[in-house]
């Protein structure tokens, strides 16, 4: 089965082919970090012009790296939400279209399960039930998988994302745009224990394992002000206090995010994890992850397939599609779309009970 995926969501104009669900045969990407980086941000409404230039030739590339017609194909899938609503109406509407006039059935894909099928390419294939951590600059969120297609929500973020508190974190020291690269690659330079540099993780003591970034944020803050550390000079040549802060930030976060997925790990001793999102990318969450002893083995996206891209949604909408599955002209953007389909009732009701005052 040959899948055509469209992804639009936020800045990356994106398309790919994919057969039967876990190959790869093009995966064409257009970004537009260049547009929106003098901002700081995405401009929603310069991703979305953006988009209307681009999707064109983007799904034509895709088409054509992969040596297939339009007639060739057996369905699209297309990101439907989460996202810019703007940006997710371009790829809707395109997709639409080609459905329309091809024949050809098509399906809406919630971006946040691509992320989760993004292991598809270069993993066994997930075993059932699963944890999924999703990291990413707009979403921090651990799933519980009891079996494919249901998803319950352990634990989200309660304010910044944590991709969104890189980005914050660099924007404050003049790092450029998207952060997560820069600390990163200044993090491996420095010491997370240096003197004055050690912040505390966030507290939260309730059932659900929930994740907060906007006081580590709010510290670094602190920090930056109280040693009148001036941006423009860090993103000339950062020293080391800034490779310190970057250590210490960064080491406050990967073990943020490992402490509640090893306690969803303890709870619903998943048989397969799976770690995916922009942030999915960094080099110390992969290699912390890997050293752990999950008692379950831990499914990473290839770098290339960590941050949007359609390949995944492509590989979403597949098992969709391969159930006959067709959305038709019915297929709607949604901004706040969520993927939560099942109540953690008599999968926690035990533990619940136990916080109740």
Not at 94 to 105: D, H, L, M, T, W
Not at 132 to 160: C, M, N, Q, W
Not at 242 to 248: C, E, G, Q, T
């Amino acid at each position: 089965m040959l899948v055509l995926g469209i992804e639009s969501s936020c800045d990356e104009t994106a398309a790919a082919v994919i057969e039967d669900g876990r190959s790869i045969k093009s995966s064409i990407i257009a970004s537009q970090v260049e547009t929106h980086a003098p901002f700081g941000g995405v401009v929603p409404e310069l991703a979305s012009r953006e988009h209307l230039d681009r999707i064109v030739p983007v799904v034509k590339s895709a088409l054509s790296e992969a040596g297939v017609s339009i007639g060739r194909l057996d369905g699209i899938a297309v990101t439907k939400g989460p996202g810019l609503i703007g940006a997710l109406l371009v790829g809707i509407s395109f997709a639409k279209s080609i459905a329309y006039v091809a024949g050809k059935p098509v399906v809406g894909v919630n971006h946040i399960e691509g992320h989760i099928y993004s292991v598809a390419f270069e993993n066994p294939p997930v075993e059932y039930p699963a944890l999924a951590l999703i990291v990413s600059g707009g979403h921090t969120t651990l799933f519980l998988i009891p079996e494919e297609g249901k998803y319950a929500v352990l634990g989200r973020t309660r304010d910044d994302a944590a991709g969104e508190a890189y980005d914050k974190v660099a924007k404050l020291l003049g790092l450029g745009y998207p952060g997560g690269p820069f600390v990163d690659m200044l993090a491996a330079q420095g010491t997370p224990s240096a003197a004055d540099l050690v912040f505390t993780l966030p507290r939260m003591d309730t059932p659900n394992l929930d994740f907060s970034f906007s006081g580590l944020k709010t510290a670094v803050l602190r920090f930056v002000r109280e040693k009148g550390i001036d941006p423009v000079a860090v993103g000339a040549e950062p020293g080391r206090i800034i490779k310190d802060l970057a250590a210490s930030f960064q080491d406050k976060v990967v073990r943020s995010l490992l402490s509640r997925l090893k306690e969803g790990v303890r709870r619903h001793q998943p048989r397969t994890i799976i770690i995916a999102g922009g942030v999915a990318c960094n080099r110390e969450l992969r290699a912390r992850s890997m050293s752990e002893d999950f008692g379950a083995p831990v499914y990473f996206p290839s770098p290339k397939l960590t941050t949007d891209n359609a390949a995944m949604i492509a590989a979403a909408g597949y098992p969709k599609l391969l159930r006959g599955e067709d959305d038709g002209l019915d297929i709607t953007a949604s901004a706040t779309l969520k993927i939560e389909n099942l109540s953690l009732e008599g999968y926690e009701a035990p533990l619940k009970a136990r916080y109740k005052h």
